[in-house]
């Protein structure tokens, strides 16, 4: 019998991409704030000239917001076209292209010889599956310069199930009352239980462990999306 599988809704293709960022600023809570964070963490650790890896950058708001004062070559790693070419677009309006490079692909497919003085991994890693999830950070580890410290953010669920059951009502609240119709809003909770895996606090510190980063802070939190400080071992 045929299988047809359900059109994802986070697919990071043409139409998703093109309205990216202007969704991203109604739906997530403190979405520019992540990045002000992203920017401090790194600017308080790096010289004015530093090798910075972009995972998932697509779409270019790393590119816009994180080190904009200083000379660092940002490599932007994204498996979707689209993205990605939102990200050059943006680095080239303005002005920055140069030190800019946007490329294709996974984490994976990146030389091993190469190795960064710092990562950023902003709202990706939700929408990878748990193995997923261990085999990023296992990548990443492997192109970062011992003590390269890394900020991430992305959904992170409670440990009780029952504020978690509260929090999907508040978020869908949340959404409404920010504009979002209701239609939209209840395709994204279904799309969020097919393509979504949040990780509890406990078992996002395993995996960062067993993958060899130290977890140095969790530094904010709005709904779900949690943003950390981590930094790979010596
Ligand atoms: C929600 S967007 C976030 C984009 C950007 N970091 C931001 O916050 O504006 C998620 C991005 O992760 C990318 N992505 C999905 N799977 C990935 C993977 N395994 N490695 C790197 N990027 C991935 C998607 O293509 C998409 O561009």
């Not at 059109?7 to 202007?22: I, M, P, S, T, V």
């Not at 029952?162 to 999907?168: G, P």
Request: proline residues 4%.
């Amino acid at each position: 019998m045929e299988h047809t599988e359900p059109e994802r809704l986070y697919d990071f293709r043409e139409d998703w991409a093109k309205q990216y960022q202007e969704s991203a600023r109604t739906k997530i809570p403190g979405y520019e704030t992540l990045f002000r964070i992203a920017d401090c963490l790194l600017c308080r650790e790096l010289p004015d000239s530093a090798d910075v890896l972009v995972v998932g950058g697509g779409g270019g708001e790393e590119l816009c917001s994180i080190g904009r004062d200083k000379n660092w070559h940002m490599l932007v790693i994204d498996p979707s076209g689209p993205m990605c070419e939102g990200a050059r677009g943006r680095a080239a309006s303005i002005g920055i292209a140069d030190r800019c490079e946007v490329v294709e692909g996974y984490v994976s497919d990146l030389p091993l010889g190469r190795m960064h003085d710092a990562a950023t991994c902003l709202l990706v890693m939700h929408f990878l599956p748990r193995e997923g999830q261990a085999a990023l950070l296992s990548d990443l580890h492997r192109r970062l310069k011992p003590g390269a410290p890394v900020a991430m953010a992305h959904l992170v669920r409670n440990a009780r199930e029952s504020e978690n059951a509260w929090m999907a009502d508040f978020w869908r609240d949340f959404l409404i009352r920010a504009g979002v119709d209701a239609e939209a809003v209840e395709q994204q909770r279904l799309a969020r239980e097919r393509e979504v895996t949040m990780l509890t606090e406990d078992e996002f510190r395993h995996l960062c462990a067993d993958a060899g980063f130290d977890v140095l802070a969790r530094v904010s939190q709005a709904l779900h999306f949690t943003q950390w400080m981590l930094r790979r071992r010596e």
